[in-house]
């Protein structure tokens, strides 16, 4: 009931979410990008922002607008948490042994776990500030991001399907029957 009746009321709200960002023109993918590396950094789950970039770009702009700016984002949090924060995090894991421990292990086999974090059901905005303000280095960081692409994938493709089944249910696309069943 609560995915019918919280379905509905998206579903409205796409036509008008599209037209926004269509307004904007050329500015568009500018105001997504900025809103995008501060709510991330605010710990807004990026597979809203993504699904929202599949409803107003599209699947293929929306891809590749997500996977960029998601990489860009990951930077700019990284070291705005290592320069801010790593003196508090340092001071609050010597407090916690168990976490200590999993911060050495980052910093030890560096890729292998952090693509695994980025493969597993974590925010990637905490990871990044949490990654930042780690001893972990910046090169192995920078290559786990690859994690990221799947997940950004399948958001964005949710979006840009959420805009198909909207028009839909409103008559107002021109897709066939077997279009829409693929």
Do not use: C
């Not at 107003?56 to 996977?67: E, T, Y």
């Not at 700016?69 to 705005?80: C, D, R, S, T």
């Not at 980052?106 to 890729?111: I, L, Q």
Request: hydrophobic fraction near 55%; proline fraction near 4%; aromatic fraction near 14%.
């Amino acid at each position: 009931a609560l995915i019918g009746v919280g379905g509905r009321y998206f579903g409205d709200m796409i036509p008008q979410f599209e037209q926004w960002v269509t307004g904007l023109g050329i500015w568009g993918p500018f105001v997504f990008t900025a809103l995008f590396i501060l709510l991330t950094g605010m710990q807004i789950p990026e597979s809203i922002l993504a699904v929202a970039a599949g409803v107003a770009f599209g699947l293929a702009k929306g891809i590749l607008l997500v996977v960029i700016v998601n990489f860009l984002g990951a930077i700019i949090w990284f070291w705005i948490a290592r320069w801010f924060l790593k003196k508090f995090v340092s001071r609050f894991l010597s407090k916690h042994p168990k976490l200590q421990a999993i911060e050495k292990a980052t910093t030890r086999e560096g890729f292998k776990l952090m693509i695994l974090l980025r493969l597993g059901p974590f925010s990637y905005g905490f990871l990044n500030i949490a990654l930042g303000a780690s001893d972990s280095k910046f090169k192995p960081y920078l290559l786990s991001l690859v994690g990221v692409i799947p997940g950004n994938i399948a958001t964005v493709y949710f979006g840009s399907m959420a805009v198909h089944v909207a028009k839909r249910a409103a008559h107002a696309d021109n897709l066939s029957d077997a279009h829409f069943a693929i």
